[in-house]
């Protein structure tokens, strides 16, 4: 069981350029959360998606940011126009979505994002 | 908006030492308080967790403490050893929303 994947496990971009971040979940479980990782900020939740749906984006940046997840097997998290701001480990988690968020999440390995 | 604050930042311990880690949040709705552990180069894992109707709980060497009341959680951590080396965080979320807020996390290091 390779649990939650990610990737890239790194990326470089130019500042400006677009970036896409890719997460597969856990097989059977209907909750996915992106988080972003940095020294300063810590763990900060980013969105959050239920059986496919969105439903809490409150930590989205809205101009650049956005998410999706076309099925059940995948999530993508797309920065545009990154910023060096931006640089950060991009954390995918995973969870049964059962009882909301008292479901264990499982953490993918992340994606560190470096803009120059 | 809502924060979880943790104490200390980081600790260094004798193998064996016993330690503390407080937290406490600002959201009186929360209402469930997952902890995850992340060691160096691996993924943050899930270790412990309570919810606001209890007082305790213990998992081998874990034992967490909650105060509804002060809105303050501690987290106890017995005869460490060096691979409880990790930052630990402390995190909550409310009833039927999926938004978990973190600390910042506590850097436990183990001496051998």
């Known amino acids: 069981n390779a649990g939650v994947i990610q990737t890239p496990r790194h990326k470089v971009t130019g500042k400006g350029q677009e970036a896409t971040l890719w997460c597969e979940p856990i097989?059977?479980?209907?909750?996915v959360f992106w988080y972003r990782q940095t020294i300063v900020q810590g763990l900060e939740f980013l969105t959050y998606?239920?059986?496919?749906?969105?439903?809490?984006d409150s930590g989205m940046p809205k101009e650049r940011f956005s998410a999706q997840m076309p099925n059940q097997s995948h999530s993508t998290l797309k920065i545009q126009s990154t910023q060096p701001q931006d640089s950060a480990v991009y954390l995918c988690?995973?969870?049964?979505?059962?009882?909301?968020?008292?479901?264990?999440?499982?953490f993918g390995p992340g994606t560190r994002l470096t803009v120059l | 908006g809502e924060q979880v604050e943790q104490l200390p930042s980081s600790l260094i311990v004798q193998e064996g030492a016993s330690v503390l880690i407080n937290c406490s949040y600002t959201?009186?709705?929360?209402?469930?308080f997952p902890w995850y552990k992340q060691e160096p180069g691996k993924r943050l894992q899930f270790i412990i967790d309570i919810r606001s109707n209890m007082e305790r709980k213990q998992n081998q060497r874990l034992t967490l403490l909650f105060d509804k009341k002060t809105k303050h959680l501690s987290l106890h951590i017995t005869a460490t050893q060096p691979g409880d080396s990790a930052i630990y965080f402390c995190?909550?979320?409310?009833?039927?929303?999926?938004?978990?807020?973190f600390g910042k996390g506590t850097h436990l290091h183990v001496l051998p």
């Open positions: 995190s909550a979320s409310r009833t039927n929303a999926y938004k978990v807020i």
């Open positions: 097989s059977g479980h209907s909750a």
């Open positions: 988690a995973s969870s049964l979505g059962t009882g909301g968020a008292r479901a264990e999440q499982f």
């Open positions: 998606f239920r059986n496919q749906a969105p439903i809490d």
């Open positions: 959201d009186s709705a929360s209402v469930y």
